[in-house]
């Protein structure tokens, strides 16, 4: 129990273009979602809380515009990257949390993006 | 405030012989401890967690951590190295009122076992 997918798992677009990636919560709902980011050989990097049905709450420095979350269902959380460019290439990890607890994350296998 | 140390980048051990990889935490709540594990490209997977009850946790794969709250220390063993262990590897603290709960995720250790 408790999976998490993430589609794609890997794209690559062009510079300038609109990237949505989708996070899942396969047979559980969750009220909150995570999205992560991972720099190479870094840790990761929290980018902001996903409430369903409210806004989410970006991390200091991540800029809202640029990383625009929907949280639309207790099942699905989207991450559109917009207006890409090749700093944005990175691993991006989404989680979720079950709704009703207060710890544990259960992590999708992330979505490497790659900005030409 | 919450932070995570761990204190080593990389461990090297030879294949059968055991593993510790060391984490520390500060934590300002009653806190719980994870680690987890990241293989090559892959995302994370839970191998344990701590929350208030026993403070020897038993995880997948052989692994186990214990929780002492007089170090401040969650340190991840395992009595016998395996190749299919080489993995990057997380310790991670999440702690806070309930329903405002902050996850902070240590740096990191990469361990490497050698045949």
């Known amino acids: 129990g408790a999976v998490v997918s993430q589609h794609p798992s890997r794209v690559i677009c062009k510079s300038g273009t609109s990237v949505k990636i989708e996070c899942r919560s396969l047979?559980?709902?969750?009220?909150?979602m995570f999205w992560y980011r991972q720099f190479p050989k870094k840790s990761l990097m929290l980018m902001a809380t996903s409430n369903e049905g409210s806004k989410a709450t970006y991390e200091q420095g991540v800029e809202k515009d640029k990383f625009l979350i929907n949280h639309a269902s207790l099942t699905l959380s989207t991450l559109t990257v917009t207006s890409a460019h090749p700093e944005d290439s990175s691993f991006y990890i989404c989680?979720?949390?079950?709704?009703?607890?207060?710890?544990?994350?259960?992590f999708g296998p992330g979505t490497r993006l790659t900005v030409l | 405030a919450q932070s995570v140390t761990q204190l080593d980048s990389h461990v090297s051990v030879s294949e059968g012989t055991p593993v510790l990889l060391r984490c520390n935490y500060s934590s300002s709540y009653s806190p719980s401890l994870f680690w987890y594990v990241q293989h090559p490209n892959k995302g994370l997977q839970l191998l344990l967690k701590?929350?208030?009850?026993?403070?020897l946790v038993k995880g997948i794969n052989g692994f186990e951590a214990e929780f002492k709250k007089s170090e401040t220390s969650f340190h991840l063993t395992k009595p016998s190295a395996h190749m299919s262990d080489a993995a990057e590897y997380f310790c991670?603290?999440?702690?806070?009122?309930?329903?405002?709960?902050?996850?902070?995720f240590g740096i990191g250790t990469k361990l490497q076992v050698i045949p």
């Open positions: 047979d559980f709902q969750a009220t909150t």
């Open positions: 701590y929350t208030s009850a026993a403070t």
């Open positions: 991670v603290v999440s702690d806070g009122l309930r329903g405002y709960q902050k996850v902070t």
């Open positions: 989680s979720a949390r079950i709704t009703g607890s207060t710890d544990t994350q259960y």
